[in-house]
C-alpha cells in the first residue's frame, strides 16, 4: 500500500510570513494526526482528526496554527504568521481508527515529514 | 499525567556490540507501548510494538523489547549492532481515552555507531 504523503520536504520563509504543509494519508485510515517535532526533541501531537472532525487540537497554537481535513481524506496544516520557534519538521501520521478495531487504531503509520526553517 | 521517558540523550556503540535503550512510562492503566526508529531525513518507522500478552516483543531489523510492569519499562534490546542502525529511537505509549487513540513520544535517543 501506498504510505502517508506530505509536501514540500522543506519550505525556508522569513518570520511573519505564512507557510502550509499537506498530508495524503493511507488509503481508508480514517484518523489522521499532525505532530511538531522540533529539533533535539520527541514529536509532539498538533492536531488529530477523525474522518472530517477534530477530536484533538489541544496543543495547537490556534492563534497562528490551522488545519482541515475536507472530505475526510488529505489535510493541510497552516501557519499564519510564522514565528522563529515553528523551525520544526512537521509530520503527518495516519491510522485505521476505531473502525478497525482498537489493536489497528493504535499503530500510526507516519510520512517522511516537512521540514520548516523560519529566518 | 501520561509521560514517556527515554533517560539516555545519546549513546553510542561500537559495531557487533549489544545494545539496550531505556524507555520509563508513566500511565495508570496498561498502555500500548511502541518503538519507532527515525533516520536522518525520514518520518518514523514503526520497529515493534506491545499490546498484551507475551512481555518479550519481536520487531523488525532484530529489534525487541520487553515490557516490565513492575518497572514501568518497555526497554528496547540488539544483540548485535550494525553500522546501519545509527538512528534515533523513540519510545511511545498509545493511549485510548475519550473514544480516541494518540501517541505521546518521549525525547528520543541518538544511537552513533563506532566501526
Known amino acids: 500500500e501506498a504510505g502517508v504523503a506530505q509536501s514540500p520536504r522543506y519550505k525556508i520563509i522569513e518570520k511573519r510570513q505564512s507557510v502550509a504543509f499537506w498530508c495524503n494519508p493511507i488509503?481508508?485510515?480514517?484518523?489522521l494526526y499532525w505532530y511538531q517535532q522540533i529539533l533535539g526533541q520527541g514529536p509532539k501531537l498538533l492536531i488529530q482528526?477523525?474522518?472530517?472532525?477534530?477530536?484533538?487540537d489541544s496543543q495547537l497554537p490556534k492563534d497562528r496554527f490551522s488545519a482541515e481535513r475536507l472530505k475526510g481524506v488529505d489535510s493541510t496544516l497552516k501557519i499564519q504568521p510564522a514565528k522563529l520557534e515553528d523551525s520544526a519538521v512537521y509530520l503527518c501520521?495516519?491510522?485505521?481508527?476505531?473502525?478497525?478495531?482498537?489493536?489497528?487504531?493504535?499503530?500510526?503509520?507516519f510520512g517522511a515529514g516537512s521540514r520548516l526553517t523560519v529566518l | 499525567a501520561q509521560s514517556v521517558t527515554q533517560p539516555d540523550i545519546h549513546i553510542t556503540v561500537s559495531e557487533g556490540a549489544s545494545l539496550e535503550l531505556r524507555c520509563n512510562y508513566s500511565?495508570?492503566?496498561?498502555?500500548?507501548l511502541f518503538w519507532y526508529v527515525q533516520s536522518p531525513g525520514q518520518g518514523l518507522q514503526l520497529l515493534l510494538k506491545?499490546?498484551?500478552?507475551?512481555?518479550l516483543v519481536q520487531g523488525i531489523k532484530g529489534f525487541e523489547a520487553e515490557f516490565k510492569r513492575s518497572q514501568s519499562s518497555f526497554n528496547l534490546r540488539k544483540p548485535s549492532v550494525h553500522w546501519s542502525d545509527a538512528a534515533e529511537y523513540f519510545c511511545?505509549?498509545?493511549?485510548?481515552?475519550?473514544?480516541?487513540?494518540?501517541?505521546?513520544f518521549g525525547a528520543g535517543t541518538r544511537l552513533a555507531v563506532h566501526p
Open positions: 501520521a495516519s491510522s485505521s481508527g476505531m473502525g478497525q478495531g482498537l489493536m489497528g487504531a493504535n499503530v500510526l503509520t
Open positions: 488509503s481508508g485510515h480514517a484518523t
Open positions: 482528526f477523525q474522518n472530517n472532525g477534530v477530536v484533538d
Open positions: 500511565y495508570g492503566a496498561t498502555p500500548y
Open positions: 506491545y499490546f498484551s500478552g507475551d512481555t
Open positions: 511511545a505509549v498509545g493511549l485510548f481515552s475519550g473514544g480516541y487513540n494518540k501517541l505521546i
